[in-house]
């Protein structure tokens, strides 16, 4: 997978919504699984949701099931993360993955080929 871009990062309200967007370059990203990660201040990265090469399967953490939504435009090279009902407990740096097993939901920072620079969102109470 060539380059990550994260957009859609911001400072919001607890129980409002916002949507981060991932563009890739690369002629393979309809062929590879995607995956968004985040990392809070002084925590390690942490799996959020993962999504299939086709985007008909998704995984999420326990911590935003429910809340998040995965999905991806393959046409726009695009996967997106649909955040709704936004905690305090959310603020951290989001970022885009692609795994280097390109069929399989990276779940792990060591199953992750490529990151993107990272979109802060901070979410107050």
């Known amino acids: 997978q060539g380059q990550l871009i994260e957009s859609g990062g911001g400072l919001v309200q607890a129980g409002t919504s916002l949507r981060l967007s991932c563009a890739a370059s690369g002629r393979t990203f309809s062929h590879s699984a995607m995956g968004w990660f985040r990392q809070a201040p002084g925590k390690e990265r942490e799996f959020i949701a993962g999504?299939?090469?086709?985007?008909?399967?998704?995984n999420y953490a326990d911590s935003v099931k429910d809340r998040f939504t995965i999905f991806r435009d393959n046409t726009k090279n695009t996967v997106y993360l649909q955040m709704n009902s936004l905690k305090p407990e959310d603020t951290a740096v989001y970022y885009c993955?692609?795994?280097?097993?390109?069929?399989?939901?990276?779940?792990?920072?060591?199953?992750?080929?490529?990151w993107g620079q990272g979109t802060q969102v901070t979410v107050s109470s």
């Open positions: 999504i299939s090469p086709s985007g008909g399967s998704t």
């Open positions: 993955a692609a795994p280097r097993v390109l069929m399989h939901i990276p779940r792990s920072p060591s199953t992750v080929a490529s």
